[in-house]
């Protein structure tokens, strides 16, 4: 079993920065490609970014040239650094892992973390 938490989210003015961690911890001794997802109210969940066990990484178009994913393999943790932020990008954002890239990114992962709230507005 692998316990994901994330953290990091809070309030933010547009043009803004924040940098969300998800820290893994329980059966970390696999090698997990991670990802960022986010859902905003009303809306469908959608994958922001993932990375895989060798270190690619990938994004969707909305948050290219403004967020970077990357990750501490020796800290167990990966972190989502979005700058430039806009009222669009206010979602809870979830981090999730498998040993399956493919799993991760259909969304079907075996572990999920809580959520933190991001909200950008002035």
């Known amino acids: 079993q692998v316990q994901l938490v994330e953290s990091g989210g809070g309030l933010v003015q547009p043009g803004g920065s924040l940098r969300l961690s998800c820290a893994a911890s329980?059966?970390?001794?696999?090698?997990?490609?991670m990802a960022w997802y986010r859902q905003a109210p009303g809306k469908q969940r959608e994958l922001v970014a993932f990375i895989t066990t060798g270190g690619s990484t990938n994004y969707a178009g909305s948050v290219k040239g403004r967020f970077t994913i990357s990750r501490d393999n020796a800290q167990n943790t990966a972190y989502l650094q979005m700058n430039s932020l806009k009222p669009e990008d206010t979602a809870v954002y979830y981090c999730?892992?498998?040993?399956?890239?493919?799993?991760?990114?259909?969304?079907?992962?075996?572990?999920w973390g809580q959520g933190t709230q991001v909200t950008v507005s002035s």
């Open positions: 999730n892992a498998d040993v399956s890239i493919r799993r991760v990114v259909a969304g079907t992962a075996g572990y």
């Open positions: 329980g059966n970390t001794s696999s090698n997990y490609a």
